[in-house]
């Protein structure tokens, strides 16, 4: 039972536009949202977060939105740069006794032509 | 900037042997977590300490895999006997362990796992 879902697995974006990186989740107890971006060979980094209780949060050239009536979050990249080519993960978090458990999604290979 | 550390980052074996991963995390992260991640799929936790303790194993294969975080700092997995199937890249993380809101997973550069 995959909670958290990122249905595109590929997304090619010309460098200078936006990318929009989607990722849908199931479980209403989340509280905490986050992206990784994962280069070949690495682990993955953190990137940005949103808390549950936001819809925006914004980190120079990224920004994540949360929409938690439709239980979706995206990430735009404005403007994408071609050293955004990357793997990207969206996890998301939810309390479990004394103690916090992430989920993550497939991922979405993100390919930023120059 | 802190890091998350794992060594080896690299090791082929061979079927049947025995291989261990460590993983030295972030200073006063109390939470630790491995997970395995196969190609074009997301991280899969095989387990999670919080301090020395197991806290979830549900995903282990402990007829072959084995964890331990004794003195709740550093960490070592072990898989014996290494099976083909076991070939994957093994990452760690650790976090705060913040009840509330914004606890945030750091991940090391993990170990790439080839078993021939």
């Given at each position: 039972?995959?909670?958290?879902?990122?249905?595109?697995?590929?997304?090619?974006?010309?460098?200078?536009?936006?990318?929009?990186?989607?990722c849908?989740y199931?479980?209403?107890?989340?509280?905490?949202f986050?992206?990784?971006?994962?280069?070949?060979?690495?682990?993955?980094?953190?990137?940005?977060?949103i808390?549950?209780?936001?819809?925006?949060?914004?980190?120079?050239?990224?920004?994540v939105f949360l929409n938690?009536?439709?239980?979706h979050l995206s990430l735009?990249?404005?403007?994408?740069?071609?050293?955004?080519?990357?793997?990207?993960?969206c996890?998301?978090?939810?309390?479990?006794?004394?103690?916090?458990?992430?989920?993550?999604?497939?991922?979405?290979?993100?390919?930023?032509?120059? | 900037?802190?890091?998350?550390?794992?060594?080896?980052?690299?090791?082929?074996?061979?079927?049947?042997?025995?291989?261990?991963?460590?993983?030295?995390?972030?200073?006063?992260?109390?939470?630790?977590?491995?997970?395995?991640?196969?190609?074009?799929?997301?991280?899969?936790?095989?387990?999670?300490?919080?301090?020395?303790?197991?806290?979830?194993?549900?995903?282990?294969?402990?007829?072959?895999?084995?964890?331990?975080?004794?003195?709740?700092?550093?960490?070592?997995?072990?898989?014996?006997?290494?099976?083909?199937?076991?070939?994957?890249?093994?990452?760690?993380?650790?976090?705060?362990?913040?009840?509330?809101?914004?606890?945030?997973?750091?991940?090391?550069?993990?170990?790439?796992?080839?078993?021939?």
């Amino acid at each position: 039972d995959q909670q958290v879902k990122q249905n595109s697995p590929s997304l090619s974006v010309q460098e200078g536009r936006i990318s929009i990186l989607n990722c849908d989740y199931t479980n209403s107890m989340f509280d905490y949202f986050l992206w990784y971006k994962k280069y070949p060979a690495e682990g993955p980094t953190f990137l940005i977060s949103i808390s549950s209780i936001k819809d925006k949060n914004e980190d120079g050239r990224f920004t994540v939105f949360l929409n938690k009536s439709a239980k979706h979050l995206s990430l735009h990249i404005v403007p994408s740069q071609p050293g955004d080519s990357a793997v990207y993960f969206c996890a998301a978090k939810r309390q479990w006794g004394n103690f916090n458990k992430f989920y993550f999604g497939s991922g979405t290979k993100l390919n930023v032509k120059p | 900037e802190a890091e998350v550390a794992q060594s080896p980052r690299y090791k082929i074996t061979e079927k049947s042997q025995a291989v261990a991963f460590w993983c030295d995390p972030i200073s006063g992260h109390a939470t630790l977590y491995w997970y395995r991640q196969i190609l074009g799929q997301g991280p899969e936790l095989l387990v999670q300490f919080q301090d020395e303790s197991v806290v979830d194993d549900s995903q282990l294969p402990k007829d072959r895999f084995s964890a331990e975080r004794l003195k709740g700092v550093d960490s070592t997995l072990k898989i014996q006997p290494a099976e083909l199937g076991d070939s994957a890249m093994y990452l760690c993380a650790s976090s705060e362990s913040i009840q509330v809101g914004t606890d945030t997973q750091y991940f090391g550069p993990g170990t790439r796992l080839t078993v021939l």
